[in-house]
């Protein structure tokens, strides 16, 4: 079972409205490589794309739910679109073996976000 996603960062490519995310798959990452993550705010969506102009869309293109965005326009108004989380907090409650989040759903937040450091994911609970 993967995680609902439900992200707040409006400016990525992949976000669509409904604070939902397209792409096909995300990755969680710790903000700073060699840290372990002790706070939400230490974690960051290394898939954020920051979106500036038709370019970037293209740019992101490869890792994009198409089977998702078709499905929730056809079953307008449903959430359907989430993507498959893979992540690398092993300090998170949630985290898993094999890079995998058990949580129910997750929240993306860093609204405004320029980088990827700007994003978190809230839901992290440390161990
Ligand atoms: S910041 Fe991450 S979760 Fe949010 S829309 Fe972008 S890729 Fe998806
Ligand atoms: S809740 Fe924890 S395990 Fe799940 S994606 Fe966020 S940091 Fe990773």
Known sequence: M???????????THFLPGDLCGAANIDILHEEESKMSNTAEQTECKTFYHRQGI????????????????????????????????????????WSLG??????????????????????CHTFVHK
Not at 2 to 12: L, M, R, S
Not at 101 to 119: L, N, P
Request: aromatic fraction near 6%.
């Open 55 to 94: 370019t970037d869309y293209l740019g992101s293109m490869d890792n994009v739910n198409w089977g998702g965005i078709a499905n929730t326009i056809l079953t307008a108004g449903s959430k359907e679109v989430y993507p498959s989380v893979t992540c690398i907090v092993d300090s998170c409650n949630f």
């Open 99 to 120: 890079n995998l989040c058990h949580a129910d759903a997750i929240e993306v937040t860093g609204q405004s976000a320029k980088e990827c450091q700007d994003t978190n």
């Open 2 to 12: 993967k995680p609902k996603v439900i992200c707040h960062v409006n400016t990525c």
